[in-house]
């Protein structure tokens, strides 16, 4: 019996099963720069099971996973001159931050100094443990929500706030946006299924390299890549050699990186998105050709809401199954054996009652 009070409820995982169940707690009063935001849909994403299994040591039980957060306003403060009752918003990653350093300054929060505030599983300006999407609504300050336009639904742009801001971020930093060019992507998950996007949106000849052929039919029909490889052929990798501008590299799994390397042109760039256990190379497959192999997690709030709005403008949509939130123990199986097409996304304000 669920003897716990609050005036939140949730889905949290109490030990590192990672099984989740019904959870009450409380948000904090909505302050001077907050908003209130009810909750209807939220992404499911690998973060969710890293916090909630402790799979780095550091879980905060109980732990409410979820960063990708879309829903309404239903309450904001006075000082608050951005939103509005009924907008619809969303949010990502973190929910605070110092606001004083040179990347918040810069709009790059989640590079912040003092360190970016997690949204859940993080510890609170007010020292409580933040709390995530899996619940029904959350309190935040302005600063770190994003407005959704009306016409573009809160379930796809759930997704976004994680997913699509990992890859939008590196490539507009390394100006993967120059029509034309070509891009390989590494791996088609929830990441690289919205580079895919992104890079035929902004005009590329997207090539997508992998080591499951039975991707390929959905490659080029439903996400309209260019080219399929095969990063295990020798002979296709081999006759890709030198002809890509840009990788953006989304693989969750150790992997050879010489390999790729050598599909990139003089002065290509890759870019690693994803947390392989380590990264090991050949410095002939650096300095031969100028090559540059970088790093990237998600983006500042400036980059996010220029991508929310890219997305509007361009009908770029993530693939999504949308599920109950009683299918989230299911949900998170599946997402660690890689069986989802492209992202779960729970509706939250059907479901959780």
């Given amino acids: ?42 992404g499911v994403c690998y973060a969710d099971v890293v916090w909630t299994k402790n799979k780095h040591g550091d879980s905060r039980y109980p ?9 309404i306003v239903t309450e904001v403060g006075p000082n608050n001159h951005r939103f509005k009752v009924g907008d619809h918003v969303g949010v990502g990653t973190y929910v605070s931050s110092c606001r004083n350093c040179e990347y918040c300054d810069d709009g790059f929060e989640i590079h912040c100094s003092e360190g970016s505030v997690y949204t859940f599983n993080g510890v609170d300006v007010d020292g409580t443990i933040t709390k995530g999407g899996y619940s029904s609504y959350i309190v935040v300050h302005e600063r770190y929500c994003y407005k959704i336009p009306d016409n573009y639904p809160l379930a796809s ?12 971020s590196p490539m507009i930093r390394h100006k993967m946006n120059q029509p034309g060019k070509f891009l390989g992507v590494i791996g088609l998950g929830g990441l690289g299924h919205m580079a895919v996007k ?26 309209k890549a260019d080219k399929f490889v095969i990063s295990f052929d020798e002979q296709q990798m081999k006759d890709c050699a030198k002809s890509l501008d840009f990788i953006i590299d989304s693989a969750a799994g150790d992997h050879q990186f010489d390999p790729y390397m050598s599909l990139l042109k003089t002065n290509g ?26 790093g990237s997690v998600t983006g500042g709030t400036k980059n996010t809401q220029e991508m929310i709005n890219f997305c509007a403008e ?15 123990n299911e949900a998170l199986e599946r997402l660690i054996n890689r069986d989802v097409k492209y992202r779960f996304v729970i509706d939250i304000e059907g479901s959780l009652k």
């Fill in 1 to 42: 019996m669920n003897t716990e009070e609050g005036n939140c409820l949730g889905w949290a995982a109490r030990d590192p099963t990672g099984v989740l169940s019904p959870y009450k707690f409380n948000r904090r009063v909505v302050g001077a720069d907050d908003v209130s935001i009810k909750i209807t849909h939220c």
């Fill in 63 to 71: 732990v409410v996973p979820g960063h990708e957060i879309a829903g």
């Fill in 157 to 168: 742009a759930a997704p976004l706030l994680c997913a699509g801001i990992t890859v939008y």
């Fill in 198 to 223: 992104f890079g035929k949106a902004f005009g590329l000849n997207v090539t997508v390299l992998s080591t499951s052929m039975s991707k390929k039919e959905e490659a080029l029909s439903l996400l």
């Fill in 269 to 294: 760039t890759l870019v690693l998105v994803g947390f392989p256990s380590e990264i090991k190379l050949s410095p002939v497959s650096l300095n031969i050709g100028s090559k540059t192999i970088a």
């Fill in 314 to 328: 361009h009908k770029i949509y993530p693939e999504i199954e949308v599920i109950p939130i009683q299918y989230a």
